[in-house]
């Protein structure tokens, strides 16, 4: 028998993963060792680790920089219209990887290191995620980048540098501790500072009104300095550019009221101007009306928008202005997208430019301001929609106040005139909640000041303009419109999961990386049983992986063959984790029951972290890791069911999970999940979906075929019908035995015995007042999971469904998704056309 292949020969077959090209993997070689040389000081003659991984990533970011001078010189020259994408998180990862794919070096990489005598994916395991955001909002964010840069669009993202992300969850005792991220501690190879392009931005002071115009005075000033970092599109020679801010205090901060004695305190004051970029608010779907947060959104936008308006006047246009001057074909050469209303504040700030500096009519302004930004909402959620107290800003930016209340004004008395004598109609569409304290609703603001306003996926655009944002719709039906979220195939499929990558390849070709709809011809092989095989081993070979993993990381031994059941996302009481625990609840006490029946095996993992001030999210963390150790500890149940807290899920333990995973968990109460993606990451690695109609699970249902996935309980209407008659818990507990049963399990102190009393918050909030109807779905969930078992006892019944979701997954690319951005938004013309390498003659 021959011996089997080591993991660097197996990469080298995926021919996915780029030509290994004999002069190539020679050039990569020499220029390794020469950046490891200047890595390498004097005083030290021995590398470690990290020095083999900067020498790599340096290697890997030449490759990088001609393009990306070649590309923004080709914009120069082109002056086509660019699009900024403005979002307060771009959840990045790795750049290492995706780099290496991107521009097909992965498998020369892979050769040149090996020949070196280093293992390339021990090099990469050295880098830090770049953990700028919390989850779906930022990660859909680094998805967009990746595809207007394949798309060869002209587009810029650009958010704030924090020095500290998402903080690093550690469990201890079963509770979730948090650690600082202090992700650029050994530094960024992938940045590049540019204090060339450092702004000023403005906080507090107050406005003068003259005859020539309006004053914004006796400010403080905080920098704003410039870190970029390229985004490189497939395969095409394009390379964009992330734009990130770091606050820093101007040289003469403090020192102008300078006192005798106040010298080393004023320099130390400089810090309170540079936390504004310090860290990322932890918070997914829920808003903290805290000054530093508003200044954060106001000091991304201020800069950008100095950056943006700069770039508009110097480009080169085909004239022999030196700039341009006149603001009118603003629209025509930028659109700007908000991402959320956390950016929201350009709106005013671009209308303050314009009126106060550019000294253009409050008409014109307008025109332009509404013409140029476009908003897209991310959720319905009341306790996540920012609504800022007025005296904050008052405070704070004291002549954006006084614009907002213009664009209110002029707002209501457009309402007004369409609908007399309706004073509801009025107070419920202004920007201004009156009532205890006034605030200032910003969806309100990105409604009334942008020309289009989209949902994420088609059920959450139906819910805005029929409920949320019902008012709006009535007087502008023409600014709505649905675009459904998608994720990169690069980083979720080729470079996560190359073995399957290289399956589909060989049947249909490549072409499918940068066109996903062309996974459809894969249902010509639904009844090819070598497909059927080849997609069922290379699963196989992803669950030994992450069972490698587990045992190493966790020191857990988990059962290989059993079915990987897996839901990961930020833990929120509306994601529903709880109505997965009492699943596992219910099929651990059936086992107990009847242990000598032959249950399907199952490996329960739940991932995801707990916002530090949730304490319910908390609670139900604490909850998952107690029924683990009751669960995980019972001989009678052996390696039949196994529960693991997966720690710290990040992006990078999200591409080694979901390539392993059989079954993904989409189990929100319809109506509150306004997209997901990762339904869609877990669809095209070959998992099947357990899940309720919300967000995009309809379109994929739609595309795979509704028989291909597992879906249960209310539909939106069944939930409206239900808040109209009202919720009783009580109802499904005392009628519903295994229900009962759990329940009293968890508040009778079984998963705490040394607390019994525990989780009596949680079994308080399910009876009494749980807003997510868990109850109500949890009879059809336990019913679907049956169904789930029996299927996964027939491997082949099982990855047929399998293929026609991976034939199914085609529409939920971002590449779709930009394209239709580009085309319906920002009137942009996508294209997949290759520009000149730096090498070719231009």
């Not at 707990?610 to 390696?639: F, Q, W």
């Amino acid at each position: 028998m021959s011996k089997p292949l080591t993991d660097q020969e197996k990469r080298k077959q995926i021919s996915v993963r780029g030509l290994a090209g004999v002069e190539n993997v020679a050039d990569l070689k020499t220029n390794f060792n020469r950046h490891l040389h200047f890595t390498l000081v004097k005083d030290r003659n021995v590398a470690t680790k990290r020095d083999y991984y900067f020498a790599l990533a340096n290697t890997v970011r030449d490759h990088l920089v001609g393009r990306w001078i070649r590309t923004q010189q080709h914009y120069y020259e082109k002056d086509p219209k660019r699009v900024y994408y403005l979002s307060l998180e771009f959840y990045m990862g790795r750049t290492l990887q995706n780099t290496m794919v991107n521009l097909g070096l992965e498998n020369a990489c892979d050769e040149a290191t090996y020949q070196l005598g280093l293992d390339m994916e021990e090099l990469q395991d050295m880098e830090e995620d770049a953990g700028l955001g919390n989850g779906g909002l930022g990660r859909l964010a680094a998805c967009f980048l990746d595809s207007m840069a394949t798309l060869g669009l002209a587009a810029y993202g650009y958010g704030i540098r924090y020095e500290f992300g998402i903080f690093n969850q550690r469990l201890v005792n079963g509770w979730q501790v948090e650690e600082a991220d202090d992700w650029l501690r050994y530094g960024n190879p992938w940045e590049k500072a540019r204090p060339e392009y450092m702004r000023p931005v403005h906080f507090y002071g107050r406005v003068e009104h003259h005859a020539d115009g309006v004053k914004w005075v006796d400010t403080q000033v905080v920098l704003a300095l410039p870190y970029d970092t390229p985004v490189p599109g497939y395969k095409n020679n394009v390379v964009n550019t992330m734009r990130l801010w770091s606050a820093k205090a101007p040289c003469e901060f403090n020192l102008k009221d300078f006192n005798v004695g106040g010298y080393i305190q004023a320099v130390l004051d400089r810090n309170l101007a540079e936390n504004i970029s310090r860290v990322l608010y932890p918070n997914d779907n829920f808003f903290e009306g805290k000054e530093l947060r508003l200044k954060q959104e106001y000091f991304v936008v201020a800069a950008t928008l100095q950056d943006i308006i700069r770039r508009f006047k110097s480009s080169k246009f085909g004239s022999t202005e030196v700039v341009r001057t006149d603001f009118t074909s603003l629209p025509d050469k930028v659109a700007i997208q908000l991402n959320d209303t956390h950016p929201a504040m350009a709106i005013p700030e671009l209308l303050r430019i314009l009126i106060d500096e550019e000294k253009l009519t409050w008409e014109k302004a307008w025109d332009i301001c509404v013409r140029t930004c476009a908003y897209t909402n991310h959720t319905v959620l009341p306790e996540a929609l920012e609504r800022w107290p007025l005296d904050l800003f008052q405070n704070l930016l004291p002549r954006h106040l006084e614009i907002i209340f213009e664009i209110n004004r002029r707002h209501l008395e457009r309402i007004a005139a369409k609908f007399p004598d309706d004073l509801d109609r009025l107070r419920r569409m202004s920007l201004i909640e009156e009532g205890g304290q006034k605030k200032i609703n910003m969806a309100h603001l990105c409604i009334v000041g942008s020309h289009v306003v989209n949902g994420v996926a088609r059920i959450h655009s139906d819910i805005i303009k029929n409920t949320v944002f019902k008012d709006f719709y009535d007087v502008d039906p023409q600014k709505f419109q649905n675009k459904t979220n998608g994720i990169t195939p690069r980083r979720w499929l080729v470079m996560c999961n190359p073995g399957l990558a290289e399956v589909i390849a060989e049947r249909i070709g490549e072409d499918y990386m940068r066109d996903l709809d062309q996974l459809k011809k894969l249902l010509r092989f639904e009844d090819d049983d070598a497909l059927i095989r080849d997609i069922a081993k290379i699963k196989q070979e992803n669950k030994l992986k992450f069972a490698a993993h587990l045992e190493e990381h966790y020191k857990v031994k988990i059962n290989p063959e059993s079915m990987f059941d897996v839901q990961v996302k930020r833990i929120h009481e509306y994601k529903r984790q709880l109505l997965n625990c009492l699943h596992i609840i219910t099929l651990y006490n059936r086992i107990k029951k009847d242990p000598k029946k032959a249950w399907t095996p199952r490996t329960i993992m739940i991932g995801g972290k707990a916002a530090p001030g949730y304490h319910t999210a908390k609670m139900i963390i604490r909850l998952i890791t107690a029924i683990g150790d009751i669960v995980n500890h019972d001989p009678v149940v052996g390696d039949r069911l196994k529960v693991i807290f997966l720690e710290n899920y990040r992006v990078t333990l999200a591409e080694k999970v979901i390539p392993a995973a059989d079954l993904s968990e989409q189990i929100s109460t319809a109506g509150t999940e306004a997209s997901g993606t990762g339904n869609m990451k877990f669809m095209l690695n070959g998992a099947l979906t357990i899940g309720t109609m919300d967000g995009a699970n309809v379109e994929m249902a739609e595309e795979a075929g509704e028989d291909n996935l597992f879906i249960f309980g209310m539909r939106v209407e069944d939930v409206e019908a239900m808040d109209k008659k009202g919720y009783d818990a009580t109802e499904y507990y005392n009628r519903i035995p295994e229900l009962k049963q759990a329940i009293d399990q968890i508040s009778g102190g079984f998963y705490s015995p040394n607390q019994p009393d525990l989780f009596k918050d949680i079994v308080n909030m399910l009876m009494n007042h749980d807003r997510f109807k868990v109850f109500a779905d949890y009879e059809d969930y336990i019913k679907c999971q049956d169904k789930v078992s029996a299927l996964y006892k027939n491997t082949k019944a099982w990855t047929k469904k399998v293929i026609h979701n991976i034939a199914g997954s085609g529409k939920f690319s971002s590449d779709r998704t930009i394209a239709q951005y580009a085309r319906e938004i920002w009137g942009m013309e996508p294209s997949l056309a290759k520009i000149a390498a730096p090498d070719d003659p231009r």
